[in-house]
Every structure is written in structure tokens, then in C-alpha cells.
């Protein structure tokens, strides 16, 4: 999108948003085991927030892994204006799957791991709080990514990740995550060392690459700490796609050096390019004892499946309440790049 169309975008989707958002009825999705929510009463504590905002929340527990789309259906069609995702990214993917194309808006409480989402809006990390603020936001409808992944598709809003970064989260541990949090993660990104990575064929509009790392972002957050794809935004309707190359581990310290200094643009081995369609396949020459190896996929921070996938932008596919603070934060971003 020229920058011209990007800055206008952005003008008349904040102007078309503004105004009074109402709810009567809610139901607050929860994850039982979601690592923020072990605190019962910050829940109840934002049922009453909701109250003396006029809306009548409802406390609903997921009823296992795959099941919150589902129930986000089903609470819709049972008459709730509103619908709350209160737990991590995981959660909230879920969620957001049953509400394609719906115009009841999809709201944010934070309890989980890294929640991205969260810190890519600028909302507060105490779930009492952003209670608080929820009818200060702002009915929005943005694109979602929807990722092919055989015969199953699965809406993202994001980012999906293949190579290294999913190779981590398959060989995350559970338990460790439970106890550590996002520490985890770091403590697999560290078995990862001296591990050989393997190369895989990316297109991105139709343009070929090759790498060990594909990063398909709608936000400019990764992991709750880093920005990598520092051009996403959630109110553009494309992808920022980041590739790293490199078939040992160790290259990586490069690359996060790139990120941490906000350098990927122009590091050695990192490709940034902006689209809206992104395949990824493994390589022919990708094999191991005569046999090809996985490359797994990550979708919004949980384990998707494993390569060829294929990646495309679902414009106005969920009505998700904003921040204005974060509308505004998105023009400025725009009129900036309007500058370069």
C-alpha cells in the first residue's frame, strides 16, 4: 500500500470508529489454566468493573484446548453484545476464530504468557484494570490473517512463524512454562544452540526466498519483549514478513543483535517485505536419512502444524475494541513513514 493510502487509511478508519460503544451483556471467556488468571477473585473483581459499567458479565471456563471458538459461537447466537477473551494469545486466537465476520466486538483481559496482543494495543497487564477501561474503547473492524495448512485453516491475528521460533515452542516444556513463564522460552531458545537449522522455500506475492525463520506478523510486538516486524500494524490490511537465513543456530546472535538495535531492515541475512499472500514449503533439497524433516509452524504463540502452509490477509475480519490511544499512536506511525 503507498504511503499516501497507508496515511489515508488509517484517517478514515479512526473517523469511522469514533464514538460511543454500548454493551448489555457479556460473556468473559477464561482459561482455567492460563497462567495470569490463577488469581479467581481479579475475574470477579472485573465482573463488578463491567457492572458499574452497565454491562452484565458472565463468567464462561473454555472448556478445553480447541473448544473456545466454539463457545464464542455459541454465546453470540445466545444473545451477548460483547464477547471477552481473558487469558493469553492462545485464548484469544481461539476466541477470535469463532467471531469472523461478526459485529459484536471482541475485547481483551491479559493473562497470559507474553500477551502480545495486549502490549501491542497499549492496554494494562492488570486484569482489574483494563476491565475498567472497556467501554472507553473503540469498536473497530481489522483484517486477520487466515493460515492454509492442508485441508484446515485457522484465522490469526497476530502472527505465524515458521522454522527456528516454532521449533521452539514444539519443544517447549509445558510444565516449565506453567512454573517460569515466558522464561521458558528463553531456556528453549537456548537448547537450540549448536542445533542445525534447515532452510525452507518462502513466496511472498508470488516472489520467491529461502529461510530458517519466517515470520508472518500483523503486529510489531514478538514475545512481549522484542519488535521484529517494526511496519506491522493490525489496522493495515498486509503483512510484514521478516526472514532469517542461516543453517546454524549461532547466526542467530547476529540477527537478534539486528533486532534489538532495530537494524533487520538491513542486516545481513534479513529479508523485510510487506504482503498479502506468503507460502512456505519445505526445500527439495530439505532431507535427512533419505527422509524430509518437519518444519513446524507457530500460530499466535501455539504449535499449528508443520510446513507447506500458505498465509493470506482476511480484510475487516473482526470487530475488535481499540484503545483510542492506540488509534491515535497508528496515525503517528503513518504520518512518520509518510516522512521517510
Not at 112 to 118: E, P, S
Not at 129 to 139: D, G, L
Not at 296 to 302: F, K
Amino acid at each position: 500500500m503507498p504511503v499516501d493510502d497507508f496515511r489515508s487509511y488509517f484517517a478514515s478508519r479512526t473517523m469511522r470508529n469514533l464514538g460511543t460503544f454500548h454493551a448489555k451483556r457479556a460473556a468473559i471467556l477464561y482459561n482455567p489454566v492460563a497462567r495470569g488468571l490463577r488469581r479467581r477473585n481479579a475475574l470477579e473483581t472485573a465482573v463488578r468493573a463491567l457492572a458499574a459499567q452497565g454491562i452484565d458479565a458472565r463468567l464462561i471456563p473454555t472448556a478445553g484446548p480447541g473448544s473456545a471458538s466454539e463457545q464464542a459461537r455459541e454465546q453470540i447466537e445466545a444473545g451477548c453484545d460483547l464477547i471477552i477473551a481473558a487469558g493469553g494469545d492462545g485464548t484469544i486466537n481461539e476466541v477470535a476464530n469463532g467471531m469472523l465476520h461478526s459485529l459484536v466486538p471482541l475485547a481483551i483481559l491479559p493473562g497470559g504468557t507474553a500477551n502480545v496482543l495486549a502490549r501491542e494495543m497499549g492496554l494494562s497487564l492488570q486484569i482489574e484494570k483494563a476491565a475498567t477501561q472497556i467501554t472507553q474503547f473503540v469498536p473497530t473492524r481489522i483484517a486477520a490473517g487466515v493460515l492454509r495448512l492442508g485441508t484446515s485453516q485457522r484465522v490469526f491475528l497476530c502472527m505465524a512463524g515458521a522454522g527456528l521460533d516454532a521449533e521452539i515452542v514444539y519443544r517447549l516444556n509445558l510444565d516449565l512454562k506453567a512454573a517460569l513463564g515466558k522464561v521458558a522460552y528463553y531456556v528453549g531458545g537456548f537448547r537450540q544452540v549448536f542445533r542445525p537449522l534447515r532452510e525452507f522455500e518462502v513466496w511472498v506475492d508470488g516472489k520467491r526466498f529461502e529461510a530458517s525463520f519466517a515470520l508472518v506478523s500483523r503486529v510489531r510486538n514478538y514475545g512481549g519483549d522484542l519488535e521484529i516486524a517494526r511496519g506491522a500494524s493490525l489496522l493495515r490490511n498486509d503483512f510484514e514478513v521478516v526472514l532469517f537465513r542461516g543453517t546454524h543456530s549461532l547466526r542467530y546472535l547476529r540477527h537478534l543483535a539486528a533486532v534489538l538495535l532495530g537494524r533487520v531492515h538491513d542486516a545481513p541475512g534479513c529479508t523485510v517485505l510487506r504482503g498479502r499472500s506468503v507460502k512456505c514449503a519445505p526445500s527439495m533439497s530439505s532431507t535427512l536419512e533419505g527422509r524430509q524433516n518437519r518444519i513446524y509452524v507457530q500460530v499466535d504463540g501455539e504449535l499449528a502444524g508443520q510446513l507447506p502452509i500458505t498465509a493470506e490477509v482476511l480484510p475487516e475480519a473482526v470487530t475488535l475494541l481499540v484503545p483510542q490511544h492506540y488509534l491515535i499512536r497508528e496515525q503517528r506511525f503513518a504520518a512518520a513513514a509518510a516522512t521517510v
